[in-house]
């Protein structure tokens, strides 16, 4: 980014709703006197989506009976505060929940900058660290971490730990830029211990919220209104952990769904199989991410510099939905429309971070339909035709405009009840549009799609289940897991990759979450029997905390299932169940059958479909933790950094041992050439992940 003016600048932070300071050539000592009061800044610090002048910076000074109005803020090049270049006063009130947000321009590229916040008793916030992005000509190599799903109510938050260990021991070239947060950041779905007293898999429920206004659903809570989605985001910024890494490096973060609703998608819920208006609590939960997340993000109710002014909505059936599954109702688009999170950043000559919003804007999943049900069966669990999945997501557009009239599924003719409908969108037309144009005119080495949910398909092949194991599978060929995710919306991720082919865009690397699981592997519109062609790679990041598939199977897979052996398979001298689902994904259903039988993992990887999954590296459904990018001008490296399930938080300086560590490298290819990915384990034992 070019240097800006500051009247540019001051617009700019009008726009977004934030104080603005401009920074000075000149450095001053500190004017005022301040003392550490962590107590009086309960939530810590946080600064975000730094560019390569300027960057956010957030904190949070409840009330307590005083009345303050405004604190000072000051951005330092030093940690002592001996060369302050920016300084400011920081509205809070209580109409933002005693937030602020503070824009910081004027800085220089690429550098480590200190800030803090001062009452005017000189009562002070922790001294904390912010980075601002290299210009766009900037050649250096880009380091950042993705992580998604942190939960706070059912786990530890170990991984921000050993993020924070690792990078103070790195030499300074070697430390990360920014945190990409992919979203839950929250979950708003909470137990408080004494609904689930026996605990959650292996997890003990902790008492983190209550909430004032909440509802309660079977035996968890959800927020109704702004002031229970603001409890929530204080809950979890009270954990020590989380609130030392957004002391440390500017997070640039993304609502998926877990900020608005668990089943959420445009401003509707879904609990007990009924989808009911949720417009209310759609601007609740935008108010309280503009509140408690410092980003550049655009909310279209005017220029206020302290204030999000939530638009006037109700909650009312959203019934008609155009050829882009956008619900029309008047309220629904007020509440979708309070606040635009999708964005673009950039950091120097070889990164352009391009942020997607993959819930505000969707058509409803039409696996989440009662009519698909018919799909599943105790038989065979998790597994969903692949055949049905394509039908279903294409609509009317299926097989050039000619959907079948019904699916088979065994000896079942379920009516195809989408063949009158336009195709699945995750990304809604305008949003599209914004992302297709953003990738066609990047500049950028590397065009980093920073998506919420993951993009790579996830994929069995019960169809290779010997006969006489279980009833025959009553699809045609493979099957797909649901996920609701871009790795079942054919249609929409095949026109964004042809789009990447068709204009020859190289480069192309896709971060995501929400799967709680680590995947690394290639983009591509189809696999086998189609044509199999990259466009791009492809990563997923584990989960923080939240737990992942094989922790739920251990606790609720029967034990006496045939298909056992697929998902939490035990080799003949195995004490525990593995994870043998990691194998499933990647070399199918023989491989995971002969390590039943044998607990030899060489001759299990020697029966490997090559037809199942040649899209996928890596793929470990039950890992947790964070991924490292490394990004060069000509490769790109996602370092995938496993911990132990976070049970209970470490009280180890460096968070607690590691499982594994996985790298997965790319060259950069030519816009004629295939992407290609290397894969290695540094570190410990990932032996069914590869
Ligand atoms: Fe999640």
Redesign the pocket.
Known sequence: MAPISRKVFIQTAIALGATAAWGHSLTLPSAFSWRERRDLYPEGVASGDPDSNSVLLWTRYPSNGHAAKKLNVEVAEDESFHQVVASAKAVISEASDWTCRVLVGGLKPARVYWYRFTDAKGNGSRLSRTITAPTDNDERPIRFVFV??Q?VNQGAQNAYRRMIFEDEGAAELDRLGFILHL??FI?EIVWYPEDRPQGMYDRRIRDIVRYQHGEKIEDFHIPTVVDDYRAIYRAYLHDPDLQDARARWPFVCMW???EFSWLGWQSLQKFQGTTRPAQTRKVAANQAFFEYQPARIFKPSGPSLDQFHPPRVVDQPVTHFDDHGLGQETNNMTAIRSLRGYRALRWGRNTELIITDQRSYRSEDPTDRAEANAFSSKDFPEFFPEEALEIFDAGRVYDQGHPPVSVHYGDNNVPNFRKDQPPQTILGAEQKAWFLEKLLRSKATWKIWGNTIATLDMRADPQNLPPDLTRPWPGSGFAGFVGGDFGTAYVERGEIYDFVRDNGITGFATVA??R?SFWAGLAAKFLPPKSFEPVGIAFVTA?IS?PGMVEAFEHVFPKDHPLRPLFVGQGPSDARPQPTVNMLLRHGVKSCLEYAKSGDISKARALSNPDLSPHVSFADMGGHGYSVVRVTSDSFEAEFVCIPRPLERSNRADGGPLLYRSKHRAKLWGSRETPRLESQIVEGDARFSV
């Open positions: 998604s799903c939960n979203g839950d979950y998926d769904n877990h979450g929400d709680h989960s939240a």
